[in-house]
């Protein structure tokens, strides 16, 4: 099946700061997602993003398909940023999400 | 708030049992995936149904099953419980049956004793 790579796996940041994660997949898609775990365990749709840039306030993410790969940036983080951000991807048809391990996040205040 | 429901949040039960998980959607989608969220195996698809209809199947063991009602409600059952499936089971819902943003539950957190 289709291979996502987070990273990094783990980032611990202050408050204020700034941040870029990064999603690769080793197959071409028609579906990627941005989701935020936040630590009581809620699953948080961030960003529907197959291609282009989308931005939400404090959040924006940009897919580059051809090659490959997503980023989700995170700008003057707050401690409520803290959790896990997972990518999730699929391929045509009827195929469903494929997710990556994740990218722990911890704001500092 | 997701919209989605799911119920119970918590359940603590003993190996071999067999217990009921619970899904509403969102109002007015028809889709519903269940996913398996454990510290070695990640998130994990394991079923989707649409409109009452099995969708796609993923990494499910065939000691549990699922089902969608036609009020679009679903259920999860999962029989003859082992320590392994202590996990986090998500809900999701779309409005249709292809890929599209999906909206999660709060989960069902399962403790097999």
């Known amino acids: 099946g289709i291979q996502v790579e987070q990273s990094p796996p783990d980032l611990i940041l202050q408050e204020g700061a700034n941040s870029t994660l990064r999603c690769n997949f080793s197959?071409?898609?028609?579906?990627l997602q941005w989701f935020h775990q936040n630590p009581w365990g809620q699953l948080i749709n961030l960003f529907y993003i197959p291609s282009g840039t989308k931005q939400n306030g404090r959040l924006s993410a940009t897919t580059v398909a051809t090659e490959r790969y997503s980023l989700l940036y995170i700008s003057s983080s707050q401690t409520t940023d803290s959790g896990v951000y997972f990518c999730?991807?699929?391929?045509?048809?009827?195929?469903?999400?494929?997710f990556g391990t994740g990218t722990r996040l911890t704001i500092i205040p | 708030d997701s919209g989605v429901t799911q119920t119970p949040k918590h359940l603590i039960t003993a190996t071999g049992q067999r217990v009921t998980l619970r899904c509403s959607p969102r109002?007015?989608?028809?889709?519903v995936y269940w996913y398996q969220q454990s510290l070695d195996q990640g998130l994990q698809f394991l079923i989707q149904y649409y409109n009452g209809e099995e969708r796609a199947k993923g990494n499910i063991l065939e000691r549990f099953s699922a089902q969608q009602f036609p009020d679009l409600h679903s259920e999860l059952n999962l029989s003859s419980l082992e320590l392994g499936d202590s996990a986090l089971y998500f809900c999701a819902s779309s409005p249709g049956s292809a890929n599209e943003k999906l909206f999660f539950g709060s989960g069902t957190q399962l403790s097999v004793l």
């Open positions: 109002s007015g989608d028809l889709s």
């Open positions: 197959d071409s898609v028609n579906n």
């Open positions: 999730a991807v699929a391929r045509g048809g009827n195929e469903k999400l494929t």
